[in-house]
T-cell receptor, first 117, second 113 residues
Framework: SQKIEQNSEALNIQEGKTATLTCNYT??????LQWYRQDPGRGPVFLLL?????KEKRKERLKVTFDTTLKQSLFHITASQPADSATYLC????????????????FGQGTILTVHP | DGGITQSPKYLFRKEGQNVTLSCEQN?????MYWYRQDPGQGLRLIYY???????QKGDIAEGYSVSREKKESFPLTVTSAQKNPTAFYLC????????????FGPGTRLTVL
């Protein structure tokens, strides 16, 4: 069966360090992968999207990699700050234009990141 | 001010009652989605709609119903048939095929007493 796993439930790091979160998947052929940030009691907010034919994407202090051979995505936050503390969700989309499941995302369970001052 | 709204933020319901959660968007998005989130878990898809007057079941549709009579609105009814309805419910919308970033509402926390 299809499965998405984010490496750990919680990650604690010191301010200024790089946080690395992992998203692994099995029995899936995603067209693209997305990362979201969710604060307690609020809806997720989109951060980055990476397509199956892209290796790496960057946005300010964020970097995402996508390895379809390893079936893994890594999400990095460099120079982390306490304000980066949140739950981070990866989501995979399969299917493409014309597919009945187009636009449908499957989410991982999330990793709670805490950045200590 | 564009966005997606959900109401109410907190909802209490007695067992055996149906309840409807509201979701409205003014982003002119074609697609809309309903998710359920339980503590320590990711989002699970209940229903989604790609266009007005059409919707499909997600992974956990049993005990729920939806309608999509207007592009802006996608209400979710939690029926008495849903065995464990207490959860955080999130509505989302998105643009077309090439850009499937989803925009989420603030969520409704439903508690069954």
């Amino acid at each position: 069966s299809q499965k998405i796993e984010q490496n750990s439930e919680a990650l604690n790091i010191q301010e200024g360090k790089t946080a690395t979160l992992t998203c692994n998947y099995t029995n899936y052929s995603p067209a693209y992968l997305q990362w979201y940030r969710q604060d307690p009691g609020r809806g997720p907010v989109f951060l980055l999207l990476i397509r199956e034919n892209e290796k790496e994407k960057r946005k300010e202090r964020l970097k995402v990699t996508f390895d379809t051979t390893l079936k893994q995505s890594l999400f990095h936050i460099t120079a982390s700050q306490p304000a980066d503390s949140a739950t981070y969700l990866c989501a995979l989309a399969s299917g493409g234009a014309g597919g009945t499941s187009y636009g449908k995302l499957t989410f991982g369970q999330g990793t709670i990141l805490t950045v200590h001052p | 001010d564009g966005g997606i709204t959900q109401s109410p933020k907190y909802l209490f319901r007695k067992e055996g009652q149906n309840v409807t959660l509201s979701c409205e968007q003014n982003l002119n998005h074609d697609a809309m989605y309903w998710y359920r989130q339980d503590p320590g878990q990711g989002l699970r898809l209940i229903y989604y709609s790609q266009i007005v007057n059409d919707f499909q079941k997600g992974d956990i549709a049993e005990g729920y119903s939806v309608s999509r009579e207007k592009k802006e609105s996608f209400p979710l009814t939690v029926t008495s048939a849903q065995k464990n309805p207490t959860a955080f419910y999130l509505c989302a919308s998105s643009l077309g095929r090439e850009r499937n970033e989803q925009f989420f509402g603030p969520g409704t926390r439903l508690t069954v007493l």
